[in-house]
């Protein structure tokens, strides 16, 4: 088994604020994902990264960057946070298998006064 | 591109009573369907997954056939159970590249005792 652990739990910011966010997993999983989930609208995927070093960009990736430094850990960055934005942020690994499933952590809740 | 449609909102209901959570889907190429459960403040779980046309698949009583003359993967259980209330998502992976699911928006299931 593993773990994913992401940091923080709560953010709270300011507009214009730049924002990380950090995940970290123990599968030694190839891919990882960042997700912005907002109530009924799903999961939306911002960026994925197949390998250490390499970033894809989502569907939601404007307004974002992303980091994989280190085959373990996967870091989003929010680049100029928008007032009163409220969602949950979900970190995601797998393996390359097509099939392979998407192991979440418990997700970073951000909140934009 | 792909996409996902499944029953929208809320579904309420009485324990013991069936339930199906309908989830459509849009593909150009061969599909692989996925149900993950997510209970409140918790992380997205993988309930079951298919890419098996007409073949039934099941887990924790939950149960779905992956139907591609209609596209659809419907979510069924018998007996629902005050322990199911949760968000289910459906998603797809139909595009060949690394990473790429598609959710849908997310059906968010009530039992009532």
């Known amino acids: 088994g593993g773990i994913i652990t992401q940091t923080p739990k709560f953010l709270i910011g300011q507009e214009g604020q730049k924002l990380t966010l950090k995940c970290q997993q123990n599968?030694?999983?190839?891919?990882m994902y960042w997700y912005r989930q907002d109530s009924g609208k799903g999961l939306r995927l911002i960026y994925y990264?197949?390998?250490?070093?390499?970033?894809q960009k989502g569907d939601l990736s404007e307004g974002y960057d992303a980091s994989r430094e280190k085959k373990s850990s996967f870091s989003l960055t929010v680049t100029s946070a928008q007032k009163n934005e409220m969602a949950v942020f979900l970190c995601?690994?797998?393996?390359?298998?097509?099939?392979?499933?998407?192991?979440f952590g418990p997700g970073t809740r951000l909140l934009v006064l | 591109g792909d996409s996902v449609t499944q029953t929208e909102g809320l579904v309420t209901l009485t324990k013991g009573l069936p339930v199906m959570l309908n989830c459509t889907y849009q593909?150009?190429?061969?599909?692989?369907l996925f149900w993950y459960v997510q209970h409140l403040n918790e992380a997205p779980k993988l309930l079951l997954k298919?890419?098996?046309?007409?073949k039934r698949t099941e887990h924790q009583g939950f149960y779905a056939t992956l139907h591609k003359s209609s596209s659809s993967f419907h979510l069924q259980k018998s007996s629902v159970q005050l322990s199911d209330s949760a968000l289910y998502f459906c998603a797809l992976k139909g595009t060949q590249v690394v990473g790429q699911l598609t959710f849908g928006r997310g059906t968010r299931l009530q039992v009532y005792a």
């Open positions: 593909t150009t190429y061969s599909p692989f």
């Open positions: 599968f030694n999983h190839d891919t």
């Open positions: 298919s890419s098996t046309d007409n």
């Open positions: 990264s197949i390998t250490e070093n390499d970033l």
């Open positions: 995601a690994s797998s393996t390359r298998d097509r099939g392979d499933t998407q192991y």
